[in-house]
């Protein structure tokens, strides 16, 4: 990769959400990133992703830190700290919606699942989103705009949910997104945005959801090169539209294989997979954690 010829510093970030500490899938994807960063002759941020108030602990946050800190791993300060930004967040939601490209959303997510039942899917929607979760029915799309103001104003909670269509009309695409592997290669991919339905991007607790955020603030850190798992790579056909409706930057992205328990599982705090701070108070040293991983030499 011979990049210091890109006329910018290439910026990478690593992005955790402090809602438990480190394991290896977490180390392997920092140490990916700094990697790519020390071979773009860029830098590497660290973003704190806390957008949820119940899951989202200070202590954690600091944790984690320390479990980079450990595995030889520090950042520019200050980081950024999505609790932080809610009010830019909350501006870009409203900028959608006077444009009549996001509404609000009062379902509830038994409403959602009753609606979908009535509407004789059961459950089983037929056309899932990448995550595997029925898309939207709809319900509030049509709501009147006096109605919705209304329920707003007697303060009835509710989400932000894009209004795809429109948001397809107003950016016809066709999208895409460029994928770069660590040796260099770039490749123009395809994206559908549209699978995602009237996707959630604001929640009820928060004016964001992840999606939103995450192209907001990779804008606000100039990021160049995004590097992350292959679980959020569907994610992708959705930031690029919302990077295009909010005329953003859209970044590079490599997506990397996620590292799997024996059984091929993904490895999860819930599921008991060891954290890098369980491996530490074990004796474990980052040498050995960082050369099981394959990154001996950094
Ligand atoms: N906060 C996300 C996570 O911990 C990563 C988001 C991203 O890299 O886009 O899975």
Redesign the pocket.
């Known amino acids: 990769m011979s990049a210091p010829t890109l006329g910018f510093t290439p910026t990478l970030?690593?992005?955790?959400?402090p809602n438990g500490r480190l394991h290896l899938g977490?180390a392997a994807?920092a140490l990916l990133n700094a990697e790519i960063a020390r071979r773009l002759g860029g830098r590497l941020l660290l973003?704190i992703?806390d957008i949820d108030p119940v899951r989202s602990r200070p202590e954690l946050a600091a944790g984690i830190v320390e479990d980079l800190a450990w595995l030889g791993l520090r950042f520019p300060e200050p980081f950024r700290r999505q609790s932080d930004h809610m009010g830019e967040y909350r501006a870009a939601l409203l900028s959608l919606a006077e444009r009549g490209l996001a509404y609000p959303c009062f379902c509830s997510r038994g409403a959602v699942a009753a609606r979908l039942a009535a509407l004789g899917v059961e459950g089983s929607d037929p056309a899932p989103d990448p995550d595997g979760t029925p898309r939207y029915p709809g319900t509030c799309r049509h709501l009147r705009a006096g109605e919705a103001g209304a329920r707003r104003a007697a303060g009835e909670p509710h989400g932000w949910r894009l209004d795809m269509a429109r948001a397809l009309a107003a950016a016809p695409g066709p999208h895409a997104w460029t994928a770069f592997e660590p040796g260099g290669h770039e490749r123009r991919v395809a994206a559908d945005p549209a699978r995602w339905g009237d996707a959630l991007i604001g929640r009820r607790d928060v004016p964001t959801s992840?999606h939103l955020s995450?192209v907001l603030d990779?804008a606000a850190q100039g990021i160049t090169h995004?590097?992350?798992?292959r679980?959020?790579e569907a994610?992708t056909d959705l930031h690029v539209l919302l990077q295009h409706l909010l005329a953003l930057p859209s970044p590079r992205y490599h997506h990397h294989p996620l590292i799997v328990d024996e059984g091929g599982a993904k490895l999860a705090k819930s599921k008991g997979s060891a954290s890098l701070a369980d491996l530490r108070a074990e004796g474990v040293s980052p040498e050995s954690v960082r050369a099981r991983l394959g990154f001996a030499l950094l």
């Open positions: 970030r690593f992005a955790p959400s977490h994807s973003r992703e992840y995450v990779d995004v590097v992350r798992g679980d959020l994610a």
